[in-house]
């Protein structure tokens, strides 16, 4: 149902009830992209923030949002100078369908070159479309974040060394730790936290090997800071690049995502002229 | 030496080390909560409250030495801490009342005496009877003490004492079913169920180590197993975490909590769902891999 088609019902149903019963009663709907509250009172709207909140950070299956998988990959390649790629490729890697790819291909306009062997490439950095995909990442990015509660105060670098001795398979290390791997000189100071990717292409992020690398590691409350924080990668490749025996590293797009989360806006944009520079 | 009823581990070594003749030292091993206040005593500082150092006589079976180190403690001087009447030559072990010695000048701490019982048989060890001047006391030796034996570690005194990662095997060996049985002195003024309070030590010793410590438990484990129970390790490390699972289920987790918060983990403000968190991690990280190896034996 949409917001609107809630506000509706719900202006229906107070209609039929007594008003001692209809005064008493209030609604908060947390939907899929709208949040209706009425009347929209403060501790309504908190109690909202804060169910918006938790499902932010936990594992959503449901409708995986892979409109953005297009430019990801086209980004992605453009930052490792990896040059054009065929239309039907794109469409392998994303998962997307023909129309879908079209439609993403459109969608960022001048941005892409497109060659008559119909192979595409990005011109530029997309600064348009990467912002839409920052602003809506917390939305679009399928996100699972843990703490460690045995309150020992959780340290991400011996979280790490504790991944590698046991690397699960479809996942990859990514964030600040990645960032440091696909540019050594950047002006990144300790690990605030573990940020991995999960291959996701069937849409669902498998967490089960978290309770296995540690057990003290519980989904984090809203507003706590997480000591590990999983996004989904959902489209048909992950493009991980090979790492150091143990863990593949996240592709270039994901890391900056995980910088942009972290709020390290300048890393990330030092991260994207690194890359640049290097051929 | 204490402050609000607490001591200072390292203290109470030095005296140890100053009131007990040397010779003894040598035939002497400090187990207990005083031993693991000891070990950890920069996370432990001056909060361990207890006034009792529990000393395990070695070799095993040392009956003999044990009624020799009662004796000559009473010679010099250290007084019975009676709580009951000792007994007789006829009165049955289990009866007898254990040996428990202040030193001579002051009561700031006891000395009890325990025996490391011969062999791998299981159950209950039965209480040897010795006879000091005051009458008839009794030396308790439980199953799994041997294990205590194993990687004792010396302190700056040059006192011996068990290591953290046995006396936790030991408890969790003690406790692979939870037996009712309240304790008869009160812990932190309430009456615990005794695998409350000997589970909750294992996690407090798990708390108070590194989490790369108690991964290393693990292979200490199968080597003080295979020691210990040559024949019986196999079913013992198999075995080894039912009582702490168990616990996790069991309404009296919350006792074993406050046992820890009133002893090794005093002030340390662990809640009870952080230690159920350590409780999980001692799981996956120490017993886990030993059940493995139980299993596969």
């Known amino acids: ?279 | 030496m204490s402050s609000a009823g607490t001591v200072d581990p390292r203290a109470l070594f030095a005296r140890l080390r100053r009131e007990l003749p040397g010779d003894i030292l040598d035939h002497i091993v400090v187990v207990g909560s005083l031993a693991a206040a000891y070990h950890y005593a920069e996370q432990v500082g001056r909060g361990v409250k207890t006034k009792d150092a529990d000393l395990v006589i070695h070799p095993a079976g040392h009956t003999v030495a044990a009624q020799e180190i009662a004796g000559r403690l009473i010679q010099r001087g250290w007084r019975e801490k009676r709580d009951r009447e000792p007994g007789t030559a006829s009165t049955p072990p289990a009866d007898l009342p254990a040996i428990r010695l202040y030193p001579p000048d002051h009561d700031e701490y006891f000395v009890e005496l325990l025996m490391v019982p011969q062999g791998e048989t299981p159950g209950a060890k039965p209480w040897v009877s010795v006879e000091l001047p005051g009458g008839y006391y009794g030396l308790p030796g439980f199953e799994f003490l041997a294990l205590t034996m194993i990687d004792r570690q010396r302190g700056a005194d040059g006192i011996e004492y068990a290591h953290p990662a046995m006396m936790a095997l030991a408890n969790l060996l003690s406790h692979r079913e939870l037996r009712h049985h309240v304790m008869s002195a009160p812990v932190g003024g309430r009456l615990v169920e005794r695998y409350a309070k000997d589970l909750g030590r294992v996690l407090a010793l798990a708390r108070l180590a590194s989490r790369e410590d108690v991964e290393a438990w693990a292979p200490r484990w199968l080597f003080a197993l295979q020691e210990c129970f040559p024949t019986r390790w196999p079913e013992l490390a198999a075995s080894v975490g039912a009582g702490l699972r168990a616990l996790l289920d069991d309404a009296a987790f919350e006792e074993a909590w406050h046992c820890c918060n009133v002893g090794l983990l005093a002030n340390m403000g662990v809640t009870e769902t952080q230690l159920r968190a350590i409780a999980r991690q001692v799981i996956a990280d120490a017993i886990e891999p030993v059940e493995a190896r139980g299993h596969d034996a």
């Open chain 1, 1 to 279: 149902m949409s917001a609107e088609g809630l506000r509706e019902e719900w202006a229906r149903l107070l209609t039929v009830l007594a008003p001692d019963v209809a005064d008493r009663l209030r609604l908060v709907a947390v939907l899929e992209d709208d949040v209706v509250v009425l009347p929209a009172e403060p501790w309504l709207c908190e109690i909202a923030d804060r169910v918006t909140s938790v499902s932010r950070l936990q594992p959503r299956t449901a409708r995986v949002d892979r409109s953005f998988e297009v430019m990801r990959v086209l980004l992605s390649r453009w930052l490792l100078h990896r040059g054009r790629i065929a239309v039907g490729e794109l469409q392998r890697q994303t998962g997307l369908s023909h129309p879908s790819v079209s439609k993403a291909l459109a969608a960022l306009g001048p941005a892409v070159e497109r060659r008559r062997d119909r192979s595409v490439a990005l011109r530029a950095f997309p600064s348009e479309a990467w912002a839409q995909l920052v602003a809506l990442a917390p939305k679009v990015r399928q996100t699972a974040a843990f703490v460690d509660e045995s309150g020992r105060g959780g340290d991400p670098q011996r979280l790490l060394e504790r991944l590698r001795r046991a690397p699960p398979s479809g996942v990859a290390v990514a964030g600040v730790v990645a960032a440091r791997h696909w540019h050594s000189g950047l002006d990144l100071e300790g690990l605030p936290r573990v940020d991995l990717s999960v291959h996701a292409p069937d849409g669902g992020m498998d967490t089960a090997f978290v309770a296995r690398l540690d057990p003290a590691l519980v989904p984090a409350p809203p507003g706590t800071p997480p000591l590990l924080v999983l996004h989904a990668v959902p489209r048909a490749e992950s493009l991980f690049a090979p790492g150091d025996a143990t863990l593949p590293w996240a592709d270039p797009v994901e890391t900056l995502l995980d910088l942009h989360e972290l709020r390290l806006i300048e890393q990330a944009d030092d991260l994207v002229r690194a890359l640049r520079r290097t051929p």
